[in-house]
């Protein structure tokens, strides 16, 4: 993560162009993609997980002499100086060599694959890669050099037949880039590796509800988490506490409707920023706010968020009959048939699995209207299907 911190600018990104043709988390060119069996352009289109399997597949060439994080990443910059990360003086570029053509070539095409090839890595690695300039004035002096693609002298930084050392680039790859690097590194579980197989599959507001639902969200352990995650999505009234069924005042502490909200504005879609219930049945935006007036009774506007159906959806927005709750609907009971498989949030004060009998809901779900994928009829399933230790949980059940 600290290679990918310095290689990406930052960003992470398994997308990033350098503008000199390297792209991707370690910054791979179309010389070094066809070595694992890829191509740039295919690189530049994959996932960061996607990704990462060519990442390994390029690390492991040298896989015996990676033995520091400096080493790591000389198999990204020099591989054949890997091995020597512990060894501080050893010179990696040295603008001192010469090369065989003694930096004059006529053709821009053995140009371009001799400058990834050695000695010439060797030679001009060194203006390429001022990060590692940590002698005395070194990174801010500028001079003409050659630039060997180009053919011709341009304003570089560095001295003049400078050298770039392990012990500089080290320092560079430990103080700046490891520490945000470290804090991108995922030191949680997998509880279902299956699960990488879903993404995709379902309108993408369901991943998210159930990656919600791993995390074992209740209101006991959860209440902060839940006001400041899952209210942020909303306007119009917040939840202001957390609170027992039996609380007189429940409205104060309902979040059913932010929960809705917060998945499918993740995802990146419309959605109804009132979180009362009743209105998840409503595809009109419902707002408590006129112009220049306070908040007040909540009323429709003509805006439109959602698309109403007739036939149940994975991953469609439901409304109890009595209008007091809304979820998501994930499938039908595969233990019984005349019972719906939901997911939500405020499900017994948690964010749960619930099988429900087909008469609790209104007979429509609502999807955001900007949402362009597939309707997928309702499939009998069971939670473990989603997640490989989700509970089934009755209304009102706990435990």
């Not at 033995?67 to 990443?73: G, I, N, P």
């Not at 087909?358 to 429509?364: A, E």
Request: charged residues 25%; contains cysteine; aromatic residues 12%.
């Amino acid at each position: 993560m600290s290679i990918f911190h310095l290689e990406t600018a930052n960003s992470f990104s398994p997308s990033k162009e350098n503008g000199k043709g390297y792209v991707g988390l370690v910054q791979f060119n179309e010389g070094s993609a066809n070595t694992i069996g890829t191509t740039y352009a295919k690189l530049k289109a994959m996932t960061f997980i996607e990704q990462m399997d060519y990442v390994k597949k390029y690390l492991q060439k040298n896989k015996d002499k990676l033995t520091t994080l400096t080493d790591f990443y000389l198999q990204v910059i020099k591989p054949n100086a890997v091995g020597n990360g512990n060894n501080p003086d050893y010179i990696v570029f040295d603008e001192s060599i010469s090369v065989p053509d003694n930096g004059i070539e006529s053709n821009l095409e053995t140009r371009k694959k001799n400058i990834q090839k050695e000695p010439w890595v060797t030679k001009y690695g060194y203006a390429s890669n001022p990060p590692f300039m940590k002698e005395n004035g070194e990174f801010n002096n500028t001079r003409q050099a050659w630039h060997y693609t180009s053919q011709k002298n341009v304003s570089r930084r560095g001295f003049d037949n400078g050298k770039t050392t392990v012990k500089e680039i080290t320092q560079v790859v430990t103080e700046q880039h490891y520490i945000p690097g470290k804090t991108e590194t995922f030191t949680g579980r997998c509880k279902n590796a299956s699960n990488l197989d879903l993404a995709g599959k379902y309108p993408p507001w369901v991943d998210i509800a159930i990656q919600e639902e791993a995390k074992i969200i209740r209101e006991s352990t959860h209440c902060q988490y839940i006001i400041d995650t899952y209210h942020k999505s909303t306007d119009n009234t917040k939840m202001t506490r957390c609170g027992s069924e039996k609380d007189a005042e429940r409205s104060n502490a309902a979040w059913c409707g932010a929960f809705v909200a917060y998945c499918l504005s993740t995802s990146g879609h419309k959605y109804q920023p009132d979180p009362g219930a009743i209105w998840h049945g409503k595809v009109n935006i419902v707002n408590r706010y006129k112009s220049g007036a306070l908040k007040g009774s909540p009323y429709e506007t003509q805006e439109i968020w959602g698309k109403k159906y007739t036939e149940m959806y994975i991953g469609g927005i439901v409304e109890w009959h009595n209008n007091g709750h809304t979820t998501f609907i994930v499938g039908i009971d595969k233990s019984n048939s005349k019972n719906y498989l939901v997911l939500g949030g405020n499900q017994t004060n948690g964010v749960r699995f619930w099988t429900v009998p087909k008469t609790k809901v209104h007979s429509y779900c609502i999807f955001p209207i900007d949402y362009k994928g597939d309707l997928l009829p309702l499939e009998e399933i069971e939670p473990k299907d989603l997640s490989l230790n989700a509970i089934k949980y009755n209304e009102g059940q706990t435990s």
